[in-house]
């Protein structure tokens, strides 16, 4: 018998609810992955740890275990109840009830950290973020997470498989896309486990695997503008069948196609080339190229 899978559906029914398909709910009930996921996020007692989209609070449970304090971003107000109820003797439990989207992690974390030099609690010095995402907003989530440039050690998620696959290619590779670069570049991805659908309650539609983003130390390329370098790549990426100068031309980053070719020319780069095979270097270097034009 799955103790978790009774456990979830006792839940549901105690609290008379069911799960919100548009709100991406689909329950873990897979205590190995659970084991899995805790483990592979190596938290201690000095770590500050959020969650995003707590549910019912499974993964919660485990983490208050782990961690130096939790905090959880829901957005669903009916699980405030249910996580209140499960949690309130847990004194390293915090509930924000939000679209994770509209916090401003940044002042949160900052907040956290010097809040708890102070009190009781162990000293955090490290922040870690693990969710269960909700599917329908992974992409913005993990560009809120990276291009913030919060505090932040790494990002151990959740998600459904062909964006997990996308997250953890290297730039140039087979499922990149202009999302892939953005993850190279902010830190090192790697994945820890392919999870099949009968794995949560409901079943999604779709398989899912648990990804790490281990948040670089240092810059991996040197570029004067991120936000110009990432919207020429997505300019590329928006036309990906397109070569990088075709794709570029209308984007009004350049003065003309002959622009775009020379400055190719000069970087030692083919002028056929398409913008999916270039690599973050190629990408920094353009960038830069342009900001000194
Ligand atoms: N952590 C639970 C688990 O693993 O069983 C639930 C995970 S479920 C895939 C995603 C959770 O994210 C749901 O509880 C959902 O209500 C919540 N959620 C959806 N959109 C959100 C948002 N914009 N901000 C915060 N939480 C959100």
């Given at each position: ?163 997990a696959d996308r997250l953890i290619e290297e730039p140039g590779g ?26 949560f309650i409901p079943e999604p539609s779709v398989e899912s695997k ?34 990088f100068v075709n794709a570029l031309e209308k984007s009004n980053i ?40």
């Open positions: 018998m799955n103790s978790l899978l009774e456990e979830t559906k006792f839940i549901l029914k105690k609290y008379g609810i069911t799960a919100n398909k548009s709100l991406g709910q689909n329950f873990l009930i897979n205590q190995e992955i659970i084991n899995e996921m805790i483990e592979k996020a190596q938290i201690s007692e000095s770590d500050l740890v959020i969650e995003i989209g707590p549910g019912l609070g499974t993964l919660t449970k485990e983490l208050l275990e782990k961690a130096g304090k939790v905090i959880a971003i829901e957005l669903d107000k009916r699980m405030l109840e249910i996580l209140t109820d499960r949690f309130k003797l847990y004194k390293n439990f915090e509930l924000i009830n939000e679209d994770v989207l509209k916090v401003n992690l940044k002042e949160l974390i900052k907040h956290e950290i010097i809040q708890n030099k102070e009190g009781n609690l162990p000293i955090l010095n490290k922040v870690k973020i693990v969710a269960n995402l909700p599917y329908y907003i992974t992409t913005p989530i993990i560009m809120k997470l990276l291009e913030e440039n919060l505090p932040i050690e790494s990002i151990t998620v959740m998600v459904q498989k062909e964006v087979k499922n990149s896309g202009a999302i892939t670069y953005a993850v190279y570049y902010y830190a090192i991805a790697s994945e820890i486990v392919k999870v099949m659908p009968n794995s648990i990804i790490k983003l281990d948040i670089r130390k240092g810059n991996i390329v040197e570029v004067e503008d991120e936000d110009l370098m990432f919207k020429i790549i997505k300019y590329a990426f928006m036309q990906r069948r397109k070569t350049f003065k003309s196609k002959e622009h775009i070719v020379e400055m190719l020319k000069k970087l030692g780069i083919n002028e056929k080339i398409r913008g999916e095979v270039l690599s973050l270097k190629d990408y920094a270097n353009i960038t830069n190229y342009v900001t000194k034009m």
